[in-house]
Nanobody
Framework: QVQLVESGGGLVQPGGSLRLSCAAS????????MGWYRQAPGKQRELVAT???????NYRDSVKGRFTISRDNAKNTVCLQMNSLKPEDTAVYYCRYGISYWGQGTQVTVSS
């Protein structure tokens, strides 16, 4: 069983930055891909960024150049640095481990 705990969400003005963190416990963290997903009200959950065990990253087009995903296998954490935030980035952000495990989500609101 894997437990994921996200932190770092909040309210930020357009153009601002936030850093999300996800701490994992209960498994061999380094073996699986990790990802960040988000879900806005009335919309389906969508992939934001993923990172493989080897550090290969992938981003949805709308966040490329603004968001950076990283992982620290020694600390069992994955982070999402979000810069130049836009109102359309507003959503609940979820951490995912492998294909089966999700965190509880953290709210990100971008508004003036």
């Amino acid at each position: 069983q894997v437990q994921l705990v996200e932190s770092g969400g909040g309210l930020v003005q357009p153009g601002g930055s936030l850093r999300l963190s996800c701490a994992a416990s209960g498994s061999t963290f380094s073996r699986n891909a990790m990802g960040w997903y988000r879900q806005a009200p009335g919309k389906q959950r969508e992939l934001v960024a993923t990172i493989t065990s080897g550090g290969i990253t992938n981003y949805r087009d709308s966040v490329k150049g603004r968001f950076t995903i990283s992982r620290d296998n020694a600390k069992n954490t994955v982070c999402l640095q979000m810069n130049s935030l836009k109102p359309e980035d507003t959503a609940v952000y979820y951490c995912r481990y492998g294909i089966s495990y999700w965190g509880q989500g953290t709210q990100v609101t971008v508004s003036s």
